[in-house]
């Protein structure tokens, strides 16, 4: 098994910045992949950007490309993702996911559908 937390989100005006945390533990070694995805009130879930942990090039999606760094350190067990230029379209819960099986990695694969979730983080953006 593996737990997930986030923590970062809150609520800032629009052009800020903020970085969510997402500290992994329990079978962490078991993890290929990790990503983050959202949920606006009224919209379906949003894959936002995910990491191999091996190596390899990140993917965000358009929304948020050139505005949003994901990265993960090993030695902490922590996924990040950094959101500049923010945009009220950006507010949502913020959910981090962790997934071991590496065909559901691929590019054309869900993140929310990855196997596990942490109890997400509320981002809130201000005009």
């Known amino acids: 098994q593996v737990q997930l937390v986030e923590s970062g989100g809150g609520s800032v005006e629009a052009g800020g910045s903020l970085t969510l945390s997402c500290a992994a533990s329990?079978?962490?070694?078991?993890?290929?992949?990790m990503g983050w995805f959202r949920q606006a009130p009224g919209k379906e879930r949003e894959g936002v950007a995910r990491?191999?942990?091996?190596?390899?090039?990140?993917y965000y999606i358009d929304s948020v490309k050139g505005r949003s760094t994901i990265s993960h350190d090993s030695a902490e067990n922590t996924l990040y993702l950094r959101m500049t230029s923010l945009k009220p379209e950006d507010t949502a819960m913020y959910y981090c996911?962790?997934?071991?099986?590496?065909?559901?990695?691929?590019?054309?694969?869900?993140?929310?559908?990855?196997?596990?979730w942490g109890q997400g983080t509320r981002v809130t953006v201000s005009s």
């Open positions: 996911a962790a997934e071991p099986v590496a065909a559901m990695c691929s590019m054309d694969r869900d993140i929310s559908k990855y196997n596990y």
């Open positions: 990491i191999n942990i091996g190596g390899g090039d990140p």
């Open positions: 329990g079978d962490t070694d078991r993890i290929y992949c």
